[in-house]
């Protein structure tokens, strides 16, 4: 009973089984890890932006940029003011030219029109039918050359007609002196009175008068028919045509026939200062012919040479300038009338004068004065004393000796005693080379700076992180 009893229980309670062994890893375990982890890392980065909204780091960063910046612009001022204190002391590059000597032409310069010396306009002197136009617009025209040919018929039948009441009128003459001379034969006779003799005479003046009446008719009838001829008054270049063929034309029509102007010679008339008056009186009281050369408008290309012709006989009151004429033969028709010219007159001329060029002279406190270079290359200030000045070129009075150096380019930047370069004698690529150079240090110097402070706000920025994180 007990062993069966016993073996009930053993069936009802079996033995413990033996402890199983550790499980595998669940497979999802690995990314809530990671989950976590991301979950601290965005929790950290939150904690970290209200640190730094609460404690405004960057506005200290941009006190302390400020004081760098303001140190450093100071450093940079300073650095600046050494380098342009430098730049004051290195030497200036100029130009330099050497006074000369030479002839100095004395030349005044106006504004002047060309004006032809005959514009004509052709007008009929009698009235009738414009039969043909002998000329084309434009035409260069020699002196009496057939211009136009009004119907001459009209006036060839006056003419006849005159021709014949002069015939008549040469025959009565010649009756009536026949008469007198035989009353004068019978009045040496005593046969008829004298009253008879004198009144034949008096018949035959009146005849002769008549007979001279007729031959001045048959005159102007020629002279008609001269006229109907119309021909070139002056040599020149016809105009445009103003009246067609076919027209009835008379002598008080404004416009004529056509108007031709006189090109060769042709004359300029320009204006000079009262002031230039007796310089020019003198060399044309003493028979001298003076040159004049008229320029285009920009006053760079010469159109034609000639001499001064004569002179106004008063002056302007109200400019105070007087009027010249100058004439020109104009061979090449490069002065056109009503044209606007620049006239250069030359008045006489300075023989061996000390010239230097225009640049060279400057205008101060002082006066005029131009920079001498002296055999150290450097400078010093002399006050000269100017003369007639020719474009570019100025003839200096006193002050400057043949030979002399003086500066005509860079003077903006020399005072006295300032040293200076002559390009010619240190070439441009040097400078330049040195120049970049330079530029290349500053600008990598400038890049350094910039980069140090770029990694110096990284790493401010990382240590508050690092701050933000730990908390």
């Known amino acids: 009973m007990d062993e069966q009893q016993k073996q009930s229980d053993t069936s009802r309670n079996p033995p413990p089984a033996p402890a199983p062994a550790s499980p595998p890893p669940v497979p999802g375990s690995g990314p809530r890890r990671s989950r976590r982890a991301l979950w601290l890392v965005l929790a950290v980065v939150v904690i970290a932006a209200i640190v730094l909204v609460r404690w405004h780091p960057w506005r200290k960063a941009d006190e302390g940029a400020s004081a760098a910046a303001g140190a450093s612009g100071a450093h940079t001022g300073r650095a600046g003011g050494g380098r342009r204190g430098a730049f004051a002391n290195q030497p200036q590059p100029v130009k330099v030219a050497s006074v000369t000597q030479g002839d100095m032409p004395i030349v005044i310069t106006a504004l002047g029109t060309v004006t032809p010396l005959a514009n004509v306009t052709v007008r009929t002197q009698l009235s009738g039918t414009l039969q043909t136009v002998a000329f084309q617009e434009g035409q260069m025209v020699k002196k ?46 005593d046969s008829i009175a004298s009253q008879q003799v004198d009144t034949q005479a008096s018949l035959v003046k009146q005849y002769e008068g008549q007979v001279q009446s007729d031959k001045a008719n048959i005159d102007t009838f020629k002279l008609d028919l001269t006229y109907a001829r119309i021909t070139a008054p002056v040599a020149g270049r016809v105009g445009l045509r103003q009246v067609d063929p076919g027209n009835y034309v008379t002598p008080g029509d404004a416009n004529g026939i056509v108007v031709i102007t006189q090109l060769q010679p042709i004359s300029v008339i320009f204006t000079t200062s009262e002031d230039n008056l007796p310089a020019i009186l003198k060399q044309l009281n003493g028979k001298t012919k003076m040159s004049v050369t008229a320029y ?30 100058a004439t020109f033969a104009n061979t090449g028709n490069m002065l056109f009338p009503n044209q606007f010219v620049n006239a250069r007159l030359l008045v006489d001329v300075i023989h061996n004068a000390t010239i230097v060029p225009t640049s060279a002279v400057l205008n101060g406190s002082i006066g005029q004065f131009v920079y001498v270079v002296k055999p150290d290359n450097t400078v010093t200030v002399r006050k000269v004393k100017v003369g007639p000045v020719d474009g570019e070129r100025t003839s200096i009075a006193s002050g400057l000796q043949v030979g002399e150096r003086v500066v005509t380019d860079g003077s903006d930047r020399l005072k006295e005693g300032a040293k200076i370069t002559i390009p010619a004698e240190h070439p441009a690529g040097a400078s330049g080379a040195s120049g970049a150079s330079s530029a290349s240090g500053t600008a990598g110097a400038s890049w350094a700076a910039g980069a140090s402070g770029a990694s110096g706000a990284h790493a401010h920025r990382h240590r508050h992180a690092s701050q933000a994180s730990s908390q």
């Open 144 to 189: 009496d050359e057939l211009l136009a040919q009004i119907d001459p018929r009209p006036y060839q039948i006056s003419l006849a007609n005159a021709q014949g009441t002069l015939a008549k009128d040469m025959a009565l003459l010649q009756t009536a002196r026949l008469d007198l001379k035989r009353y004068q034969t019978l009045l040496s006779q």
């Open 296 to 325: 285009d408008r920009t006053n760079s290309t010469s159109l034609e040479a000639g001499y001064l012709e004569t002179i106004d006989n008063q002056i302007d009151t109200t400019t105070g300038t007087v009027k010249l004429r």
